[in-house]
Structure formats: structure tokens, C-alpha cells
């Protein structure tokens, strides 16, 4: 398996082999039902991530799940409103300033639109300096990882872009990386063998699960033990826009759901967020050496992500050790943020 031609550019040579390697993960970002800013300038003073940039800053790669589509259409509607999620193309400008580098467009509302829309979508990104992952022209290009080389030009780390939910059904013209049932489990869980073979770190980031639980279901637990057996040593969740739990597996780590980043819901328990801090180390092979998260709040006044206060984090931590538990999983806090450790 080859990454696609059009993702080299976004192909970046990892530092000096002693330095750790730190990814940071957000989860659900959405721009519906924003008072959209009149000028540049505007957008800049209201970026609704403005205040998670400093944290942002000590990662060497931010990585968002980007839902609902940007796009200049006129969507379907659904039969709920709280469905129709779209939003102008002029926020993808808000993501690069904040710090973040690379977002994920797979997921369930990535047809909500045509398959226009969908290639719209990835081109508002691209214009805005951000790279994007997870729909293209083609099959080849959506399901695309998102490489690290190192310095001999191998592989060492790989992002694979993936969703097991689609809202409706896929459409000829664009791509996007959807894996549908237990068939397609199979076939993500072989592309994950894949790059592992090849020597890369894999991590997979992917939209699963039911809305609104604190632990996922059986099926979820089955796909994300598959997807470690099949060599992913992380697997990133989103989409139960709440924060749910982490499994520490065979010497991978599993985050369940990491909840929503910016949604504009009054909900606290879909306000509740963070930061997951993935560190690498390692030189010609990569090792996980630390999974944690940092709390963050979405705000109720005006849907900012910002980063937790004091009893916010306290509340996490005990809604994460609730929820980790029974999957063996201790979570300590150190200096500010939360780590996840396999019990003894």
C-alpha cells in the first residue's frame, strides 16, 4: 500500500530522533448556528479555538475531526434541525491560526451534500492552509493515511482517516474513507496491517458509536480490539460527542470517544472536553510512552473550547476514572493533566 501522490506535500520529516514526538487529538469541531464575523479581522478576535492555542503550541501535530460539511450549498435538511450541521467555507480559516494542522472530514455527515459538496468541503480546507484527510476524488485518495517519514525517508508514524457511520448513502464523483459493517472492519483493520508491516506507528483515527453514552457498545469494543490486533497501537474515537473511556491493550491504547471540541450545545456533559496527548518515542520505531488528556471546557456563553478551570478538571477526572475502570484503566492527574496507566 502506497499513500496517495496528493498527500506528500503534507508528508513531514521527523526532528532529531532523541526529541519526543507529541500529537494532540481534539474531537467533534462544528461551526452551525455561529454569528458568522463580517471582516478578517473579526474572524481572527472570535477564532472560537483562540483560547487553546498555547496548548496547541507545545504539539508537534494537532489533529481535529472536522463535522459538517463547509460548504457555500444549500444542504438537505433533515427531520431534525439539530441534524443540519453545515456552515459557510470561512471557518476553515479559523483552524490554522489556532494551531491546528490537520483535519480529519470522515465522518457521519460527510454526505450531507453532494459529492460536490463533499470536494468543496476539502478544498475550503486546503485553501486554508490546513491539511485534510479522510475524502478526495477518488477511494485511493480519501482513505489516504496521513504520513511521518523520517530522515531515511521510511515511515514512521501513519494517521489512517476512517468512519463506520454514514448518514446517507455515499454518491458517485467524490470519495469518502467509510467502512461499512463487519466487511469493512476487515478491510480497515488490513489496510492497519499493512502500514504496520511497512514499520509505521499506526494510529487510527475514527467515527463510531452511539451519541450521548458513557461507555460504547459491544460492536465498538469488538472493532477497536480488532483494529490493535491488527497492528494499531492507537485508536482515537469521536462521534458520542461525550467523553467516554480508555482501554489500554497488548501495549496500545484505545480512547473510546473524545467527546466534542466545538458544538454549539448547551448540554454540560457534551461541553465537557480535551486535549488527548499522544507522545512518541523512539528512533527507527516509535513507541507510545504516554497517553493523556488535557481538560478542556466547550463555553456556555459563547461555545469557545478553552482549557478547564480547577473544578472542571476535577470533574473529568472523576467521570474518566468512572468510565475507564472497567477496562483496567487508571487515571492519574499530573501537573495539569490527566494519564492513563493499566492498573496492577
Avoid at 153 to 170: D, E, F, Q, W
Wanted: aromatic share 6%.
Amino acid at each position: 500500500m502506497r499513500c496517495s501522490a496528493l498527500l506528500l506535500w503534507a508528508v513531514a520529516a521527523v526532528a532529531a530522533a532523541e526529541k519526543p514526538l507529541v500529537l494532540h487529538f481534539i474531537g467533534d469541531v462544528n461551526f452551525a448556528a455561529r454569528r458568522l464575523p463580517r471582516t478578517p479581522e473579526a474572524l481572527a478576535a472570535e477564532n472560537p479555538l483562540r483560547a487553546m492555542t498555547e496548548r496547541f503550541k507545545t504539539a508537534d501535530l494537532v489533529v481535529a475531526n472536522g463535522e459538517g460539511l463547509l460548504t457555500r450549498s444549500q444542504l438537505k435538511s433533515y427531520g431534525e434541525e439539530r441534524l443540519d450541521i453545515g456552515a459557510p467555507p470561512v471557518w476553515a480559516r479559523t483552524y490554522r491560526p489556532a494551531g491546528v494542522h490537520l483535519v480529519g472530514l470522515a465522518n457521519n455527515h460527510s454526505w450531507d451534500g453532494t459529492a460536490g459538496d463533499v470536494l468543496d468541503n476539502r478544498a475550503a480546507h486546503l485553501a486554508a492552509g490546513v491539511a485534510v484527510y479522510g475524502t478526495g476524488t477518488t477511494p485511493e485518495e480519501a482513505e489516504a493515511p496521513y504520513v511521518l517519514k523520517g530522515a531515511t525517508g521510511r515511515c514512521r508514524l501513519a494517521i489512517v482517516p476512517a468512519t463506520l457511520k454514514s448518514n446517507r448513502r455515499p454518491r458517485s464523483g467524490a470519495s469518502v474513507a467509510f467502512y461499512e459493517g463487519a466487511s469493512g472492519v476487515e478491510r480497515l483493520a488490513a489496510r492497519v496491517t499493512v502500514l504496520a508491516r511497512e514499520g509505521c506507528f499506526v494510529i487510527v483515527s475514527v467515527h463510531w458509536g452511539r451519541e450521548v453514552v458513557p461507555t460504547p457498545p459491544k460492536d465498538v469494543v469488538a472493532a477497536a480490539h480488532r483494529l490493535v490486533d491488527a497492528g494499531a497501537r492507537v485508536v482515537v474515537g469521536h462521534h458520542p460527542h461525550v467523553l467516554q473511556g480508555v482501554e489500554l491493550r497488548n501495549g496500545a491504547a484505545i480512547a473510546y470517544s473524545i467527546g466534542n471540541a466545538l458544538f454549539s450545545n448547551r448540554d454540560p456533559d457534551k461541553r465537557r472536553s480535551g486535549v488527548l496527548a499522544v507522545t512518541l518515542t523512539g528512533d527507527s520505531s516509535l513507541t507510545l510512552s504516554e497517553l493523556a488528556l488535557w481538560p478542556a471546557e466547550i463555553h456556555p456563553g459563547d461555545f469557545t473550547l478553552r482549557p478547564a478551570t480547577e473544578k472542571q478538571r476535577t470533574a473529568t477526572l472523576a467521570r474518566l476514572r468512572t468510565t475507564s475502570a472497567p477496562f483496567g484503566t487508571r487515571v492519574e492527574e499530573r501537573d495539569g493533566r490527566l494519564v492513563f496507566t493499566a492498573a496492577r
